[in-house]
């Protein structure tokens, strides 16, 4: 198995611009989540869905984030318009259905945003 | 609020040290602790923990869970400087396939 695939790695853009992070969760997984990763605030959930229908977004930062999950092997988190302060490490990670809550994470787009 | 603080943050150890991670929830409707590596790119699993006192091993890691105390630690036998990472506690709440809380994480280097 491939694992979750993230693309792009890497990512530079000027503020403004429009970003977009896509997803390709472990095939059978019924959960994606989308996490940021920041020095100051460490590992945060962004939104996460269940079964492709999103379930909480609360942790969705502002209006200019959004997140899709079209169907069951992809996702993609947009931010638009992008600002420096949304710079991090944007991870997706997947889980299958099971009494407990393993989550195996993506290799993370790093987003500088100028 | 749900909450999982981790100690310390920084932790710099020479080669064949042991070091303990320490990590401390609140959390309602407490499932599981889990463990996560991280050095330069995704986290990668090391432990699950559901129950007390039961020590989960891996080689020289061992992890163990208080959920009367709310905490967990992770300890690091001999430690290489293969162990360099920052080490991820993670909680999950309620039932399955939800969200983990994570902690800031202890960024640990081991020097030669």
């Known amino acids: 198995d491939a694992g979750v695939i993230q693309s792009p790695r890497h990512e530079v853009t000027e503020m403004g611009q429009e970003v977009t992070l896509r997803c390709k969760p472990i095939?059978?997984?019924?959960?994606l989540f989308w996490y940021r990763q920041t020095m100051m605030r460490g590992l945060e959930l962004l939104i996460y869905?269940?079964?492709?229908?999103?379930?909480?977004d609360s942790g969705m930062p502002e209006d200019r984030f959004s997140a899709k999950m079209p169907n069951a092997s992809f996702s993609t988190l947009k931010i638009q318009p992008s600002e420096p302060r949304d710079s991090a490490v944007y991870f997706c990670a997947s889980s299958g259905w099971s009494s407990y809550n393993e989550q195996f994470f993506g290799p993370g787009t790093r987003l500088t945003v100028l | 609020e749900d909450k999982v603080v981790q100690s310390p943050l920084s932790l710099v150890v020479h080669e064949g040290d042991t070091v303990t991670l320490n990590c401390s929830y609140e959390?309602?409707?407490?499932?599981?602790l889990l463990w996560y590596k991280q050095e330069k790119k995704a986290p990668t699993f090391l432990f699950m923990l559901?129950?007390?006192?039961i020590e989960k091993k891996s080689g020289r890691l061992s992890s163990i869970l208080d959920k009367k105390e709310l905490f967990s630690i992770l300890n690091i036998t001999a430690t290489q400087t293969g162990d360099s990472a920052i080490y991820l506690c993670a909680v999950e709440a309620s039932t399955g396939n939800t969200p983990l809380v994570f902690g800031k994480g202890t960024r640990l280097s081991v020097i030669a």
């Open positions: 559901t129950s007390s006192g």
């Open positions: 095939s059978g997984h019924n959960s």
């Open positions: 959390v309602t409707n407490f499932r599981s």
């Open positions: 869905f269940n079964n492709n229908v999103p379930i909480d």
